[in-house]
């Protein structure tokens, strides 16, 4: 399986149950494909310098998943060649009450990266059409009448399309957007959460919370199909990334961020014939 199996662009109707939480690789592929790992990193390095130096066009790569997916993992490890200085990373937690008193949207637009840089969220403005629908968080909201007592669906219909009409913004104001889902299972998540519970090191990423989400697994998945199926389009596509494996995960994220970034096609900004002549006079005068 590569990875356009696990690209959905709006084409067709979404169904989350037919992408597979693990594409069930044999181990012995294992070297091959973080050798394959490898080699995409290095060619990240080698595109993130010229976006930068090109700097007409952003990328934002965001991870939205359940608990123990793998998203602080995949960061680490597949952002490891990249030059921090060209890199901003947000991870976005439950809203401050600053964050809560503004649209939902806005704290996204502050962290937005410059055009020629590459911003990671882990977690987006994507929770607000997914924790928020389970758990019916916008019944709670000071807005007005008109904003929130409005049915569920009518809702987050709205907010779908609003998402819709963000991403088409940032596509025509110079911005690339990558969005992984991390598609973790149920069984492999208990046995992550197990080892955070075991391993003494590991504890910190555990909290009883993250227990009363796993019980709502049904719920997560019925807001990730239906905000996925809603918001992925050819700009800003929707990648479902099997995460049982890691390894593969990794590898397949990797490949992702490769394909955006070469989308871009950045370029070193070309030196006019005016430029060369100016450099070559810098030239003599530093070799006089
Ligand atoms: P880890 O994977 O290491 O646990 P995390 O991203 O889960 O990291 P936490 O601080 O455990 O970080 O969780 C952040 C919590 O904030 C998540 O439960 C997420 O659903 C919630 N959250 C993020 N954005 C919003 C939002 N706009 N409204 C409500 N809850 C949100
Ligand atoms: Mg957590």
Known sequence: MELHDF???GTG???LSRYPTSARMDKQERPRIEEAM???IERMAELQDRLYADGREGVIILFQAMDAAGKDS???RVMSGLNPQGVTVCSFKQPTHEELAHDYLWRAITHLPRRGYIGLYNRSYYEDVLTVRVHQMQTGYKMPARCKDLDEETFFTQRYRQIRDFERYLWENGYRLLKVMLNVGLDEQRKRFLERID???KNWK???SDLAERKLW???MKAFEQAIGATATPEAPWYVIPADQKWHARYLVSQAVVEVLE???PHYPTVSEEQRAKLQQCREELTL
């Open 263 to 265: 989308a871009c096609d």
């Open 206 to 208: 555990f909290s009883a």
């Open 7 to 9: 690209r959905y662009d």
């Open 13 to 15: 109707s979404f169904d």
């Open 199 to 201: 391993n003494p090191a």
């Open 38 to 40: 490898q080699a995409n």
């Open 218 to 220: 049904p719920q997560h």
């Open 74 to 76: 995949t960061i680490k």
